[in-house]
């Protein structure tokens, strides 16, 4: 197996190299061209192990040029001792249908965790195949929660740096205090003027700007990425949707006739996953996409046509403030067949003009693996307080898009069948709005908004969000997005 560009299938890379360039030259992003495919026998092997035999199982069928020892060390490494019950990815039930796959138990409180926790060690491992001792510069563009999460994973590792961009106005008051209080000596945070979009446009510019890749490989620098354009990302998110299944085939006796997942989505990233693990054979019914008022997802899910020249919101639930999912480029390429033309065609329309739509055999398709719904911040903070108020269960703004869409298609289609949500952010990291959903008592401070959800809900505090009431920030530059590539120079002191 081998990883290839969905934009030019004749590069063909090694999963260390896909890894540790994170993108290909041209712009398109890594596949694996060849799935796995898992039998019954593999997944009765599977269920048997805990989360990190499920994950080594997994991986190795993707990281084709890690030899076993070096995939076990990476999964030990990621998994022990960071997640605050040694369940990485638990499910909450509620009543007899809906389980919640809880994924934000580890140090930032958000499902990046999942994977970013294991990135430094994959990428390091690849650097060294690859990379030849040069320093990896780790570039990531964030709508709040992956910056964060990259961060913990990557500070301190030996020969890498990492940079984040964040949306100044665009993400909630704690994961602005998450990022800028980051320690570590190999970080550097910077908020721009512009939304997310405008973030990850500047850094994928970055990234594909040769004369600049030159001026680092003079000093002995190579960059890389932690978003999810990253396979790295992705391929340990397909581990927790093959885990979940496990867990659930286990408490259902039988899932013959499948399971639903709906995926709270911005970047399309988590739920392209959930669709490569029903490639392997995870008998997923339908992958429901579930958007807030940036709704671009669902208009395309729906029509066809994909349009991002709309107005963008801020909103309650803003790491899914997107309007670019830069992962449907993924899943482009599996609609067309694998036609690198096409979707270099269709991402370039997008580029140019902010629009594209695909022909009829495409939208077909499209709509026989996804239902798509959106919800807006009033129906939100509802759903947070029906879900409290009728089952006790406290959930955040994201996960919370993800209750009312799946709502939507409960009525539409009166599908009952079990369904998987994923949970992606402890409701901690969004006190403010989900305290408002549940009570109308308010608070001055972020951290009085804690403490006052914690006395209305009795919903345990987790420990990272705790111990940031005493974090100081120590970054604060703020810069326009045509300044962001002098930034990353001079966090590099490079000229
Ligand atoms: C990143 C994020 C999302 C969106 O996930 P994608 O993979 O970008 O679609 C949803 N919810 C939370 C809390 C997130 O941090």
């Not at 659930?248 to 739920?271: C, E, Q, R, W």
């Amino acid at each position: 197996m081998n990883y290839i560009s969905t934009r030019d299938k004749s590069v063909k890379a090694s999963a260390a190299q896909a890894i540790a360039q994170g993108i290909s030259n041209e712009g398109g992003l890594f596949v694996p061209d060849a799935f796995p495919a898992f039998s019954k026998e593999d997944f009765a092997a599977l269920s048997s192990l805990d989360y990190k035999g499920r994950a080594k199982f997994v991986l190795k069928f993707f990281l084709n040029d890690f030899d076993d020892d070096e995939t076990d060390r990476c999964v030990e490494g990621a998994y022990t001792g960071s997640f605050d019950n040694d369940l990485p990815a638990p499910i909450a039930r509620i009543g007899e249908n809906i389980n919640v796959l809880e994924l934000w138990h580890g140090p930032t409180c958000a499902f990046k965790d999942l994977a970013l926790q294991l990135l430094p060690y994959l990428l390091t491992a690849s650097a060294k195949k690859v990379n030849g001792g040069k320093k990896t510069v780790i570039l990531v563009a964030t709508s709040g929660d992956t910056g964060k999460a990259a961060l913990e994973g990557f500070k301190d590792v030996p020969d890498t740096e990492i940079i984040v961009f964040y949306p100044s106005e665009g993400v909630s008051p704690m994961q602005k205090l998450q990022m800028s209080s980051q320690k570590g000596e190999n970080v550097h945070v910077c908020a721009i003027k512009g939304n997310f979009d405008d973030a990850q446009t500047g850094v994928k510019k970055i990234f594909t700007d040769s004369a600049v890749k030159a001026k680092l490989y003079e000093n002995n620098m190579l960059f890389s990425s932690a978003n999810s354009i990253n396979w790295g990302r992705l391929a340990p998110q397909i581990v927790y949707y093959v885990s979940a299944y496990c867990d659930m085939a286990k408490h259902y006796g039988n899932l013959d006739s499948g399971f639903n997942v709906v995926v709270p989505t911005g970047n399309f990233g988590n739920i392209l996953a959930a669709y490569y693990a029903k490639k392997t054979g995870v008998p997923i019914n339908k992958l429901i996409c579930a958007s807030n008022a940036n709704n671009v997802l669902t208009d395309f899910i729906n029509t066809g046509k994909y349009d991002r020249n709309r107005e963008f919101f801020t909103t309650a639930s803003p790491s899914m403030d997107i309007l670019i999912s830069s992962n449907l480029e993924r899943m482009l390429f599996e609609l067309t067949d694998g036609d690198d033309a096409a979707v270099a065609a269709l991402q370039n329309k997008l580029r140019d003009t902010g629009v594209f739509t695909v022909d009829e055999k495409i939208k077909e398709k499209l709509q026989k693996l996804f239902w798509a719904g959106c919800c807006d911040d009033a129906a939100t903070l509802a759903t947070i307080g029906e879900y409290f108020k009728e089952y006790g269960y406290l959930c955040d703004t994201h996960t919370a898009v993800a209750f009312n869409v799946y709502e939507q298609y409960l009525k539409e289609t009166g599908d009952d069948r079990p369904t998987l949500i994923a949970s992606t952010a402890s409701p901690y990291k969004f006190a403010k709005s989900v305290l408002g959903a549940v009570t109308d008592k308010t608070a001055l401070s972020e951290f009085d908004n804690v403490r006052l959800l914690n006395e209305v809900t009795g919903k345990a505090i987790p420990a990272p969000i705790k111990a940031l009431e005493n974090a100081k920030p120590r970054f604060n530059t703020v810069c326009d997005k045509k300044d962001m590539l002098s930034f990353v120079c001079d966090a590099l002191g490079v000229k």
